[in-house]
């Protein structure tokens, strides 16, 4: 006999308490689930799996009583055990690993909001829990990466370490060549090694710098609710926008509690409780936006009535939370990434540009992170109309309409992208130039992948290219279904040997950034990428965060010569003139649509900050 101490007998009494649930004897469940979370915490401790399982059981049984006050005891203390389990098992692991045990838990972040929007949508304790977990849990592995990395980076004493990151960027490189270079990447040339070779490589470098950045990850202080909010300006709003399904605690079982995909949204400001909202299904608001992006990319479609009807749903429900707010700090969810909240238009016929100054974030938590003292950086590097040569005749496509000075042609593939010169960028360096004379100015044959792998914190980076993300389209090999790899930036013989002239995204993330306050990426597509719900957006927008840089300016669509050359200089004469990164990139912004011809937010609204918008010397 086992005794009463044998875990399979808590599980046993986990089920038999759902049965008494599901059959209507809500005082029978409750007792035996009260059994059974007594002998997890026995035999396997206060934050085991079962332990959680158990709570979670408590938790929805009182939800679906009606008892919310009970409810919320027990969804706060599951949540305070998941945050402790998702600290343990973070720690270690490979960026895939970390996005697994992050996806298995997405079920627990439905059920907190579900109570707060559907259960409790009046009571301030379940709001403020449903905004927590999200400060908690949204771009999680994002921070994860970014910790390794610059835990390396602040021991560059350590040669283990550096040797490490050193071994780890290599790597990276040998898998960008095989995307860019061959064919068919899962066959490699004698005496190579394989993409899944080299992935596991990869992977295991991974491992072993997560392990090594545990110390400084330890010195990270706690997310709570209160260490954000007094991160928070007091003029500024915190919008945390979330996908999540609706969980209804009466369902018999699992598969029929989660409904439909719906985006919420939580206002998070610095002296008031947090406001949460259900703004509507995905599939809906979805549509919406599909529709207000093709009339933000086509200057010759009325884009108004779009942007007011993603305006309604979107944010006219959070209206009132907002009163007093000058600055909005966006963070996004879903397709809600890809779109630019500034071209949004309010019942009064308003621009958000108009109201509100905007800079947008992985989470609120990116909050704390701007808190961390960063290396001094070192001269502006500006890199522009790189010479991409021409291909052999044999592999040569057809070069791309000259209006889309930084895209490329529809439909490519790794193996057989097209990279039209660039001209008109050279001015924009050379005007950004005489704005920071100090910076090092890389044109032509000299804008190369070697020397911007070689940068060391840059105070601004500049790159003035195309850049491009392909989509997945399906039947590719595994090198082509990394998002990291099927994004990039062309640099000096990208349409000659792609190996050595493209910076793939997965490349970028290995960069030394650690201390540059901007990169500008004055390419098209650059803020654009293959979306994963509460972990934003895998490309260029991804990798430079990694890479360690503060402050990213980058676009949402392909953007013609003169209104990319327009805005960057005008954009960067109000950063000389020691306006704020996101405050110039407004400024600018609306200085363009004084110019009659350029109203339509195709010419303005394209460019996008994101995190840090203080000065170049950190001042708000």
Same mark, same amino acid.
């Given at each position: ?9 808590? @599980? ?11 059959? @209507? ?6 007792? =035996? ?50 945050? /402790? ?9 490979? !960026? ?15 059920? /907190? ?100 950045? $545990? ?19 007091? #003029? ?13 605690? /009466? ?8 409904g439909a995909a719906h985006y919420a949204a939580y206002v998070v400001r610095k002296h008031a409780a947090p406001v949460g909202v259900d703004l509507g299904t995905v599939a809906d608001i979805d549509r919406l936006i599909g529709r207000f992006r093709n009339a933000l990319r086509d200057p010759r479609i009325d884009v108004t009535a779009h942007a007011r009807a ?43 540009? #108009? ?10 938590? #990116? ?6 003292p960063r290396a001094i950086p070192g001269r502006p590097v500006i890199v522009a109309d790189p010479l991409f040569g021409e291909p052999a005749p044999s592999g040569a496509l057809p070069a791309p309409p000259a209006i889309a000075r930084r895209s490329v042609t529809s439909g490519a593939v790794l193996s057989g992208l097209y990279f039209a010169p660039l001209p008109?960028?050279?001015? !924009? ?13 890389? %044109?032509?044959?000299?804008? =190369? ?13 500049? *790159? $003035? ?23 990039? %930036?062309? %640099?000096?013989? @990208? ?8 910076? /793939? ?14 990169? =500008?990426?004055?390419?098209?597509? =650059?803020?654009v990428g293959e979306i994963r719900n509460q972990e934003g957006v895998y490309g260029l927008r991804r990798a430079f965060v990694l890479a360690g840089a503060e402050t990213l300016v980058m676009s949402l669509w392909p953007v013609s010569d003169y209104v990319a050359r327009d805005a960057m200089v005008g954009y960067y004469t109000r950063l000389r003139a020691g306006?704020?990164?996101? #405050? ?7 200085? *363009? ?28």
């Amino acid at each position: 006999m086992a005794g009463a101490d044998y875990a399979g007998l808590a @599980g046993l009494l986990s089920n038999l308490a759902n049965v008494y649930r599901a059959t @209507g004897n809500d005082a029978l469940a409750l007792e =035996t689930h009260y059994r059974a979370l007594h002998l997890w915490e026995k035999v396997a401790g206060p934050y085991a799996r079962g332990t959680l399982v158990s709570v979670g059981n408590i938790a929805r049984t009182y939800a679906s009583q009606g008892d919310i006050a009970n409810a919320l005891v027990f969804q706060r203390r599951a949540d305070a055990i998941l945050e /402790t389990q998702m600290s343990l098992d973070l720690a270690a692991g490979s !960026e895939r690993q970390k996005l697994a045990q992050v996806r298995s838990v997405s079920e627990r972040t439905d059920r /907190t909001i579900s109570l707060h929007l559907y259960e409790a949508p009046g009571d301030q304790g379940a709001a403020a829990l449903a905004a927590l977990v999200l400060l908690q849990r949204k771009g999680r592995v994002l921070d994860a990466m970014a910790d390794i990395f610059a835990a390396v980076r602040q021991r560059v004493a350590d040669p283990e370490d550096r040797l490490l990151m050193d071994r780890f960027n290599e790597t990276t490189a040998q898998l960008a060549r095989l995307a860019l270079n061959r064919a068919d990447p899962e066959s490699p040339h004698h005496g190579e090694p394989s993409f899944a070779e080299l992935e596991a490589r990869k992977e295991q470098f991974e491992a072993t710098l997560s392990a090594h950045s $545990a110390e400084f990850r330890a010195q990270m202080q706690p997310v709570t609710l209160e260490v954000v909010q007094a991160a928070i300006p007091d #003029d500024a709003a915190l919008l945390e926008f979330a996908v999540f399904r609706r969980f209804d605690p /009466t369902a018999e079982r699992n598969a029929e509690a989660y409904g439909a995909a719906h985006y919420a949204a939580y206002v998070v400001r610095k002296h008031a409780a947090p406001v949460g909202v259900d703004l509507g299904t995905v599939a809906d608001i979805d549509r919406l936006i599909g529709r207000f992006r093709n009339a933000l990319r086509d200057p010759r479609i009325d884009v108004t009535a779009h942007a007011r009807a993603l305006d309604e749903r979107v944010m006219r429900p959070l209206q009132t939370s907002l009163d007093g707010a000058t600055r909005l700090l966006i963070s996004p969810d879903g397709e809600l990434n890809l779109m630019p909240f500034e071209a949004l238009v309010d019942a009064h016929g308003r621009y958000l540009l #108009d109201r509100y100054a905007t800079s947008y974030l992985t989470s609120g938590r #990116d909050l704390l992170r701007m808190q961390v003292p960063r290396a001094i950086p070192g001269r502006p590097v500006i890199v522009a109309d790189p010479l991409f040569g021409e291909p052999a005749p044999s592999g040569a496509l057809p070069a791309p309409p000259a209006i889309a000075r930084r895209s490329v042609t529809s439909g490519a593939v790794l193996s057989g992208l097209y990279f039209a010169p660039l001209p008109g960028s050279a001015a !924009e360096a050379r005007t950004i130039k005489a704005l920071f004379p100090e910076a090092t100015l890389l %044109l032509g044959r000299h804008a =190369t992948k070697a020397v911007v792998e070689q940068v060391k914190a840059p105070r601004i980076l500049h *790159i $003035a290219s195309h850049g491009f993300f392909l989509n997945d389209e399906g039947g590719r090999p595994a090198a082509a279904q990394n998002p990291l790899l099927r994004s990039g %930036l062309a %640099l000096a013989g @990208g349409n000659v040997a792609q190996g050595d002239g493209i910076l /793939t995204a997965l490349e970028a993330s290995g960069l030394d950034l650690w201390g540059t306050k901007l990169v =500008t990426l004055s390419a098209c597509d =650059t803020g654009v990428g293959e979306i994963r719900n509460q972990e934003g957006v895998y490309g260029l927008r991804r990798a430079f965060v990694l890479a360690g840089a503060e402050t990213l300016v980058m676009s949402l669509w392909p953007v013609s010569d003169y209104v990319a050359r327009d805005a960057m200089v005008g954009y960067y004469t109000r950063l000389r003139a020691g306006l704020g990164r996101g #405050d110039a990139l407004r400024r600018a912004k609306l200085a *363009i649509r004084k110019h009659p011809a350029r109203r339509h937010p195709y010419y303005w609204a394209g460019f996008i900050q994101s995190g840090e918008w203080a000065d170049l010397d950190g001042r708000r």
